[in-house]
């Protein structure tokens, strides 16, 4: 029997970076977890920094734009209204995703059906690919 894994909406919310947007948004449609959608929400980016998604033609990605900017979790909200998922992820506009993790998390999340949430780890890495702040551990 074919069991359907459950949709996955990631939620961007966007101001004035069109410039790294890319990368973010690469890193949600190579996620190995393909059944998800992605909601870009433009926060009222001003003109010369509109995000151009009309390059990508997957269906999965949909661009959402407010008209005056309202803050990152005024974004979020946004995207959470049109989100049809049954998870959500956030991820920003500067953000670059592993491409299992959406796969582990949801994995976690059937695996306990009293979990709530799941976080992952976080490495920072400079311009050049550098990590400069590895993964915690616990």
Known sequence: MLMMTPLVTAVLPT??????????????????HENLELIIVDDASDDRHQPD????????????????????AAAQNTGLS????EYIA????DDSWEPHKLRSQVQLL????TAAAVESATRRMTASG?????PRTR
């Open 15 to 32: 101001f004035n970076r069109g410039s790294s947007l890319g990368i973010a948004v690469e890193s949600v449609l190579r996620q190995r």
């Open 130 to 134: 550098e990590i400069t702040m590895p």
């Open 53 to 72: 998604v009309s390059h990508l033609s997957d269906p999965r990605i949909r661009l959402i734009k407010r008209e005056t900017n309202g803050g990152v």
């Open 110 to 113: 059937g695996d306990d059906p």
């Open 90 to 93: 956030f991820i920003h506009s």
């Open 82 to 85: 049109s989100a049809r998922g």
